[in-house]
């Protein structure tokens, strides 16, 4: 079994954040789903846990930043083209997300950033396989 990935999201709104990720591609896993949590799969080794706020707190003495104000964390996903990366950037538009930034072009990486509804950002970036194999 391959070592697996659970990033943990507060959100307002679990509706609108399964919604959204859904819309972006990832599956729910129904096992793991309640009224105030959602673990959402990319891959068999990534995924995410949405939590809303009561529900994350309880995981953590800490205060929940503001994900619109401060950085939590800088979350990327690897696609297998230029064209992947622009097609699930125009996904999170479609489904209510925010780009970030403008594409960031350097010849053998590709990227673009943009954020969730409940701001957490993501960059989706494209790495030439001919580059990383020098």
């Not at 591609?25 to 009561?54: P, R, V």
């Not at 529900?55 to 979350?75: C, G, H, P, Y």
């Not at 990327?76 to 997300?97: F, P, T």
């Amino acid at each position: 079994m391959p070592a697996m990935i659970f990033v943990n999201f507060a959100v307002e709104s679990m509706a609108k954040a399964r919604a959204f990720y859904e819309a972006m591609g990832f599956t729910a896993n129904e096992q793991f789903c309640s009224d105030d949590t959602a673990c959402m799969a990319w891959s068999e080794a990534i995924y995410l846990m949405l939590l809303e706020k009561e529900r994350f707190q309880s995981f953590t003495d800490k205060r929940i930043v503001d994900a619109e104000r401060e950085v939590e964390v800088l979350n990327a996903l690897s696609v297998d083209s230029r064209e992947a990366v622009d097609a699930m950037l125009a996904k999170a538009l479609a489904a209510g997300g925010r780009e970030l930034r403008e594409a960031q072009d350097y010849g053998f990486m590709y990227s673009r950033g943009f954020s969730d509804p409940d701001h957490h950002s993501w960059d989706i970036v494209w790495m030439n396989p001919a580059h990383l194999e020098q």
